[in-house]
């Protein structure tokens, strides 16, 4: 299975989701491939979408190789395994820690008031990304979001790698994905178009969808079809 762009993958995934309608879910999405699929998700289900920065830590020489992630309030997940494995000094890890924290917080300030401020406390939250490789960076938002004292978190992408659907279902309570195939290798194999949202794209998509988000609210209750 192979999506043409991140906005048909958006498209099928909220198919997938269409149970969670019902519940009254707010999208958070995982900046910023995850922003278009998050638009089209929070758009079918008449939810806010707001975007939620968490940082893959990268591995020495192999940033696309995660060895953990960050998350806002200091939230910190490490694979030690991996870290293990590849003999990462403590140097290494302290510095991309301190590098991917400050990129976090940027990136709170820099998207912040683009989308409705809605609370995550009780509520069902949608967890949304393009692909899940290895599942580090959806572990951060996770531990985030308990901490948020979030009644139900369902994490969501259009395809994820097996071994990363398995280690999140430990700590969420769903996991949907639309393909989780075998021989995963990376998240852009499964797109024609995977070419890199911008952030200028993020604040657009945040705009429209709480515009898009304030009608729908607004339609609720006056009763309009």
């Excluded at 300030?109 to 401020?117: D, I, K, N, T, V």
Aim: with cysteine; charged share 25%.
């Amino acid at each position: 299975m192979i999506f043409a762009n991140r906005c048909e993958a958006g498209l099928r995934l909220a198919g997938e989701l269409e149970e969670y309608r019902s519940a009254d879910p707010v999208v958070l999405a995982l900046p910023r491939g995850g922003v278009p699929i998050g638009f089209e998700v929070a758009r079918a289900l008449g939810a806010p979408l707001e975007v939620f920065p968490v940082r893959k830590l990268g591995a020495p020489g192999h940033a696309e190789l995660a060895i953990g992630a960050v998350g806002p309030g200091g939230v910190t997940v490490l694979d030690e395994s991996t870290i293990r494995l590849l003999g990462v000094p403590d140097s290494y890890l302290a510095a991309v820690i301190e590098r991917e924290r400050k990129e976090v917080a940027r990136r709170v300030e820099e998207f912040a008031g683009a989308g409705p401020a809605v609370s995550v406390e009780g509520r069902t939250v949608i967890l949304v990304d393009d692909g899940i490789a290895t599942g580090a960076t959806a572990e951060a938002a996770i531990g985030t979001l308990r901490q948020q004292r979030s009644a139900r978190i369902v994490v969501a992408a259009p395809v994820a790698a097996p071994e990363a659907v398995e280690r999140l279902r430990a700590i969420a309570d769903v996991v949907n994905c639309v393909a989780v195939p075998r021989d995963f290798g990376a998240v852009g194999f499964w797109y024609r178009d995977f070419t890199q949202t911008t952030d200028d794209e993020v604040r657009q998509l945040l705009q429209r969808a709480r515009l898009e988000w304030q009608a729908h609210q607004h339609d609720a209750a006056t009763g309009a079809q």
